[in-house]
Structures are given as structure tokens and as C-alpha cells.
């Protein structure tokens, strides 16, 4: 049988309430050709039973059982591991897919050979058209320099299987690793932007972003933001890198005052101790932030 053009890969732990709708979207998506892999990460509710299920009713369910809790990023790193089509799309366990997700995903991908990866917003991209290409620098002022780009989950993405496994996976710094991994992918790949509100990100209590600590963790994105603005490899040029710098120690005074602000004085002090600005660094750069809609979407240069 010839290989699927994707590899869907919906990780899982404990999940039985809303396991059985969030596979019943990946099979019911108007794009076919996909192999739906289930891996399990070491679940004590009936959450493989259901997932066990689909698999005998679908020749495209695969599922797997880790013999051990990996933890929610390694878990898709090895999703990632057993996958056998060129593109991935990470599914979560209490997410549903919109039947036509895949269909407008993957045409455009595959049709841009030039982009790494593909990414997906809750609502349309402010400022262009779809899908457009960013090259790494476009991306970066789009983050840096206007109003974010890097703030979307794994299931906001579809993409390439060897550049996902040149990037070597998620590194795992806990909930905001999707962020992290995106600062670096964007800056070595162009990234294509897609069309928005594809599935349903459902909030709920036992989701991991309303686990405790979750902003605690967040706090140290700073500090990846600001090397990250300093590395060999970031596509800014030097003017653009000191707006940004600027854009970024304003942000993180408010957070740092907000945080303050709620009596909250233990996140205040890891966002100050964490983010990576130096005093001397604070004094150059903090300024009334720049920051523009339309930042990244001038035309590309050859």
C-alpha cells in the first residue's frame, strides 16, 4: 500500500471525555489520504480502549502505547518518530478538526516547496492575503517588529517530515516548547501562512495551559526571545534587531509590572531574573515599543 501523503498525529493522556470526537474529525476529513497514528502516553482512564476501537474499525488508525509517561513534547516527538507520510499535523486529544482542514492545509504546502512548514491562526492573518510566504526574516519582523507570529500550538501546523526531524523535534522547556521551537524553525525556514479557524482549541480545566505553573514556565520565553536576537543565524538586520530589543524589553516591563501589580510577586521575579535583559540592556532599551500590522508583509527580496 502505498505511503499517505500525511501523518496525523494525535497524542494522548488521559483523555477518555473527549478522545472519541476528536478522532472522529481526523476521520471524517474531506482530504483522505492520511494515516491517523494514536500514541498513548501511559494513560490510566479507558483512553486506549476508545483509541483501540477506531483502530480495529480503520485501517488508517495506528495506535501506540508508550511503557512509560514521556511527558506532553517528547510524547510528539516520538508521534513524530513513527510517522511515514512527507507531512505531519499534530491533532491534540481534546481538539476537533474541521472536516476541511487537511484539504486546505495540505494542497498549499505541497505546492510551496520552498516553505518548511505551514501555520495556521484561530482567525485570518491581519494584513495579507492566503496563503502567503514569509522568509525568515519577514517572519521574524512579523514576531518582533508587529503584533506575533509564534504564539500558535502544534495543532496550528502542518509540517514538512524532514525538516521537522532536521529541526530535531521539540526541545522540551515544558508548555511554551511550540514557541520556542518556532522562534528557531523561522529562522532557518520560510514559513507559509494559511488560512485561519480550521478546528476547535477546546478550553477546558484539565487542559495542560490552565495546568498550574504553566505562566511560571512561560516567563523564560523572554530570555529565548533575547538570545535568539542575538544569535549568528537571526535573520533581522542591526537596525531592525535593536527595534526589536526595544519591543521586547517594553513588553516584558509590563508583564513584569502586571504580575506585580496582582500580588503575584514570585512570577514578577521570574519574569525579571529570567528574561535575559541585563541592566545595562534595560537602560539602553527601554523605550516606547514600535511595533506595526503590517510588520513582514513588504515583498520579498530575491
Known sequence: MPSPIVSVLLTVYNREAYLSESIESVLGQTFGDFELVIVDDG???SSVEVARRYERL??????????????????????????TAPFIKFHDSDDVMYPHCLAVMVPPLRNEPRAGFGLS?????????????????????????????????????????????DLQGFEDYGTPSDTIFWMHACARYPVLLLPGDLFYY??????????PGVARAYAAVTGHAWRALAA????LSEDERRLARRNLASTTAKLIWRAGRSGDLRL??????????????????????????????????P
Open 43 to 45: 494513560s490510566t482512564d
Open 58 to 83: 480503520d485501517r488508517r488508525v495506528r495506535v501506540v502505547v508508550n511503557p512509560c509517561n514521556l511527558g506532553q513534547f517528547p510524547n510528539r516527538n516520538h508521534a513524530a518518530s513513527l510517522a
Open 121 to 165: 491562526g484561530d482567525r485570518s492573518w491581519p494584513g495579507c492575503p492566503v496563503p502567503t510566504l514569509l522568509t525568515p526574516r519577514q517572519a521574524y519582523q512579523r514576531e518582533f517588529l508587529g503584533f506575533g507570529l509564534f504564539m500558535y500550538g502544534p495543532g496550528s501546523a502542518l509540517i514538512r517530515t524532514d525538516v521537522f526531524r
Open 202 to 211: 477546546r478550553t477546558h480545566p484539565g487542559q495542560t495551559l490552565q495546568a
Open 232 to 235: 549568528d543565524d537571526c535573520p
Open 268 to 301: 514578577a521575579w521570574a519574569r525579571a531574573a529570567e528574561c535575559g535583559i541585563s541592566a545595562g540592556e534595560w537602560v539602553r532599551y527601554l523605550r516606547r515599543p514600535h511595533r506595526s500590522p503590517i510588520a513582514g508583509l513588504e515583498p520579498a527580496t
